[in-house]
């Protein structure tokens, strides 16, 4: 129900609940477009007392919501290609365009309200060529140094933008774990001064490995040729921002590379198979064999047949062998490896190279109750029975050896079968060998085998 007051100037428009009980809204002052004393109108909801759109004399409210409206989506628009969402700040990395292009810097936009101003001390560390080639139109990463110069316009930097993102993709890179490439620009006596994504960042010397390493000359001094525009990889190990501090590391980045590489050569070796590899470290365990990107371990025992003091004796960094896949530990990443299976077990050529009755040399390596073990040539190694060691009865074989003497001993027995070895000391000296079925029958039969049968 719409009812007219009595003011000739105002008029109010009640619209009617459903009990017919008129409740009355706000009233909203409209300019009409036909004339200047429009009506004020008041539209009254039944549930909402929201502003109704303006009407125009001759309008009806339909028409007039629907104009109205129009007129707010174009200045919806108007705001929202012109006006910024938020207030240009200092700090700010934004994108822009190149606009124009001067002597003394460029003019960009930003799409805030007004043009963006680059000086030219603010884009030095574009090269030359760039800053030439740079046309209207192009896209420029700017720093907001002043929200707003004296003329209004922002002033902004391309330096510091290529800095301020360099230390975001750095941070990103550093969180994520990822390997970074970078040019080396400098050195100094702790190590290299390397750029990356506009940062300059330090790598101690201890960090420096490969290429690098090999041009960087100590003491302060200038480095090699080469040195310098050496691009590197390297894991970032600290960023400190406020600090203007970076310190990366070549040595973090290539054990990264080499887990990968044993990663996939793990998946790709079998046991028992021959590899070409090169020696890259040597320990007082053994030795590690680069098999390309990625180390195995020959143990010392796994160095020769023959007992290794040092595994320096056997082979020497940078040295290439053939090794064989002992073991292969995919879960703990873990591959072992031999030199010494390569090369015929002397058990194997044992009766071609001795003969019951021979005296060679033999070295003691071991005290037992029983007796005495010794080496002798080929890594072979047997036993001295403690009836064997003199002639004289001993309680304990320290009485008359100790590990580490040297000894001309006379072979009495050999087992190939069995790789057993039986050794004299006492019969050494002696003019004839004394058989050995006579030396059984004085010990009373097999005393000697079932000692070895004891130890087996």
Do not use: C
């Not at 990968?260 to 590690?288: D, N, P, T, Y």
């Not at 002639?391 to 001309?408: C, L």
């Amino acid at each position: 129900m719409i009812s007219s007051t009595d003011t000739p100037t105002d008029q109010q428009i009640t619209v009617a609940s459903s009990d017919d009980q008129p409740s009355t809204g706000s009233v909203d002052t409209v300019e009409a477009a036909a004339s200047e004393a429009a009506p004020s109108v008041e539209i009254t909801h039944q549930e909402t007392a929201s502003a109704a759109p303006e009407v125009a004399a001759g309008q009806s409210v339909e028409e007039g919501a629907e104009a109205e409206g129009q007129t707010v989506e174009t200045m919806a628009n108007l705001l929202e290609e012109f006006v910024p969402s938020k207030a240009l700040r200092r700090g700010e990395i934004i994108d822009g365009k190149v606009m124009s292009k001067g002597p003394e810097g460029l003019l960009v936009t930003i799409g805030y309200k007004s043009e963006g101003f680059v000086p030219g001390r603010e884009m030095k560390t574009l090269p030359p060529e760039a800053v030439e080639n740079l046309s209207p139109g192009d896209e420029v990463i700017v720093y907001v140094i002043n929200p707003e110069g004296q003329d209004g316009s922002s002033i902004l930097s391309v330096d510091r933008a290529r800095g301020e993102q360099g230390w975001r993709i750095l941070e990103k890179s550093m969180d994520a774990g990822e390997t970074v490439t970078g040019r080396l620009i400098g050195s100094n006596r702790g190590g290299a001064v390397v750029e990356s994504e506009g940062v300059q960042g330090f790598i101690p010397l201890s960090q420096l490995v490969g290429p690098a390493r090999d041009l960087y000359v100590s003491g302060g001094e200038p480095p090699k040729e080469g040195f310098i525009g050496m691009e590197v990889e390297f894991k970032i190990i600290e960023l400190n921002r406020r600090r203007n501090r970076a310190i990366f590391s070549e040595r973090a980045a290539l054990q990264a590379w080499k887990q990968i590489q044993k990663m996939r050569l793990v998946q790709e070796l079998s046991e028992g198979e021959i590899r070409r590899g090169r020696v890259a470290g040597i320990s007082s365990f053994g030795a590690f064999v680069d098999l390309g990107g990625a180390d195995g371990l020959v143990h010392i025992s796994e160095l020769s047949w023959e007992q290794v003091n040092s595994p320096e004796d056997v082979v020497k960094v940078g040295q290439e062998l053939d090794v064989f896949v002992l073991k292969v530990d995919r879960e703990n990443l873990k591959i072992a490896l031999s030199l010494r299976r390569l090369q015929p077990e002397p058990w194997d050529e044992i009766e071609a190279k001795f003969h019951v009755g021979q005296v060679v040399k033999g070295k003691v390596t071991k005290l037992a109750n029983f007796g005495a073990f010794a080496r002798i040539g080929g890594g072979i190694e047997g036993l001295i029975h403690i009836s064997e060691l003199s002639a004289q009865v001993i309680k304990h074989p320290r009485d008359v050896v100790s590990e580490g003497d040297e000894f001309d001993l006379r072979i009495i027995r050999i087992e190939p079968e069995r790789r057993r070895l039986g050794l004299s000391l006492k019969q050494a000296a002696a003019p004839d060998p004394i058989s050995l079925e006579v030396s059984d029958s004085r010990r009373g039969g097999n005393e000697f085998a079932d000692i070895f049968r004891d130890q087996g």
